[in-house]
Each structure stands twice: as structure tokens, then as C-alpha cells.
């Protein structure tokens, strides 16, 4: 099992993905209610009956100004600029540069707890299945009794028990970006949570680390850029781009690594995750860098 050392140093060369179009979406985003909830009840009670397949969480996190001393405008120009004109080049260019304006890679992933947390949550599920399979796996989270279930319900209620409903701004990330990763893997058809493979974990692992990564630039950088646009056709695949872009750093770096997510030791879990969203950030930068 690697830890830090296993995701390397040096410059990267740039990866073949990076200029491929943007995949088509598998379904419109959906607006947010009007009173600006997520539509859980405000009581702080689960609902009754089982819990439900998830719908796309709201396609944009709430806002918050940048840290102290910590001007985005360069992102910010980037982004507005490759949303307009659909470039690819200059939404790449825009979350390097927020990367670099956060303090780098490491930096960056210091402020993301929450997300490094619910990341964790699935890397241990994950390794917890390979060593004493599904139900055993949700016994620590109280729920053995939805081995069987669809995937989709079980990840629901996963997501309440890693990160429940409320909190900050980070927790909220974290929680629509693993929501939005299971909508998106259900839409596609996941099958019973029993089922599933290793392959299909860490597709979900790879999705809420790449997701929380473009709710952080989103948040702070490119949700009032993007937004600009009048044409919702041009903010939907600027989005679709940084979502590109994101998750091909993420999984390049997860690759490179060499681990597979049923061989982490659970002692080890925290800092492997930390590593890896250090690392995936510094590929952003580098690359913006080396353009």
C-alpha cells in the first residue's frame, strides 16, 4: 500500500484526455427548489419508508468570498472568458490558476476536510467489502439490513450517515458531491449494492473526489463566471468541461498511484486520500502552467 511517495513528483506529461471534447450529459441539470433548500424535511427527521433514488443535486454549491489575501480574479477571467467562447483551454486554465491562487495542491486539499472525510467513508467501505463483504461493510454504519438493497438507496443513506443534511459550506460540498456521483453512476444503472464490484467503488470514489474538487472551484471561483453566460447551452458545457478536465486529473493521479482501494489499510486511509487530492491538484496547476 503506497501513501504519499506513490502519487510522485516531478512534471507531468500532459495526459491524452486533456482536449478531448466534453461528454455529452446523460440528463439536464435540475433547478433547486425556490425556497433554496435541498427538499429534506426541515424538522431534522428522516422520512418515512425506505430511503429514495437520488435526484441531481442543485447544479451549483452555495457561495463564499475567497480567504483573506486571496484575489481569484485571474480564475474568475479564465472562466468567464472560456464560458463565453466555449473554450476548453481557458477552463482549464482558470482552475490551475485557483489552485494556484489557494496556496497549491496541498494547500488547497488542507481546506476540503469534509470532502477528504466522505472520500475516506467510501475508500474504507470499499476496503471493509473486500475484507468481510457487504453487510458486515454497512454494519458500522447501523445499516446491515440494506445489503441487498439497490445501490442507489444504500449510497442515499450512506451519504446522511457520512455527512448528514446542514452544517457548513464545506460539509455541503461534500454531500452534493457525493449525491451528484450516485445520480450520475445510477443513471447508468448500478444494480443491487450486494453486486457490487471493486471497479464499480471506485468509480464512486473517484467521482465524489473529482465532484468536491469542481464544488471548491465552482464555490469560490466559477459559479457567478459561468453564470454570466445568457446561453444555458454555453454554461452547460463549460461545466461539462471543468467536470473533464477534473476528473481526469483525478483519476490520472489514482492510476499512477498503483493501489486499488481493497488493498488500503485502514490506518492509512486519511493520508492516501489526502495525498491523492494534493495530487490531483497540483496536476491542475502544473498543467495550466505548462500551457
Not at 139 to 148: H, M, P, V
Request: proline share 9%; glycine share 12%; net charge negative.
Amino acid at each position: 500500500m503506497g501513501t504519499s511517495g506513490s502519487f510522485g513528483g516531478g512534471r507531468p506529461m500532459v495526459p491524452s484526455w486533456v482536449g478531448e471534447p466534453a461528454p455529452e450529459p446523460a440528463a439536464p441539470p435540475t433547478e433547486p427548489p425556490p425556497d433554496g433548500t435541498d427538499g429534506a424535511p426541515d424538522d431534522g427527521q428522516a422520512p418515512d419508508g425506505p430511503p429514495q433514488a437520488p435526484t441531481p443535486p442543485a447544479p451549483y454549491p452555495p457561495i463564499v468570498p475567497p480567504a483573506p489575501g486571496q484575489s481569484f480574479r485571474g480564475a474568475k477571467t479564465d472562466m468567464s472568458s472560456g464560458t463565453r467562447s466555449g473554450s476548453g483551454d481557458r477552463i482549464r486554465r482558470g482552475a490551475g490558476k485557483f489552485v494556484s491562487t489557494a496556496g497549491g495542491g496541498r494547500a488547497t486539499a488542507r481546506q476540503m476536510g469534509s470532502s477528504r472525510a466522505v472520500a475516506g467513508g467510501i475508500a474504507g467501505l470499499a476496503s471493509a467489502i473486500s475484507q468481510s463483504g457487504p453487510t458486515e461493510a454497512l454494519r458500522r454504519f447501523n445499516l446491515e439490513g440494506l445489503a441487498g438493497a439497490p445501490a442507489e438507496e444504500v449510497f442515499v443513506a450512506l451519504t446522511d450517515a457520512l455527512c448528514p443534511p446542514g452544517g457548513t459550506i464545506d460539509e455541503a460540498l461534500a454531500r452534493h458531491a457525493l449525491l451528484e456521483t450516485i445520480a450520475a453512476l445510477a443513471a447508468e444503472g448500478l444494480g443491487n449494492f450486494d453486486e457490487l464490484s471493486q471497479d464499480d467503488l471506485q468509480e464512486v470514489f473517484i467521482g465524489v473526489v473529482a465532484r468536491s474538487i469542481e464544488g471548491k472551484i465552482l464555490n469560490e471561483v466559477g459559479t457567478n463566471a459561468i453564470k454570466l453566460a445568457e446561453d444555458t447551452a454555453a454554461v452547460e458545457r463549460a461545466q461539462r468541461m471543468l467536470h473533464t478536465f477534473v476528473v481526469g486529473c483525478v483519476r490520472d493521479r489514482f492510476q499512477a498511484a498503483g493501489d486499488t482501494l481493497s488493498t488500503l489499510d485502514t490506518s492509512q486511509i486519511d493520508q492516501y486520500v489526502t495525498d491523492l487530492y494534493a495530487a490531483s491538484l497540483e496536476l491542475m496547476q502544473t498543467l495550466r502552467e505548462a500551457e
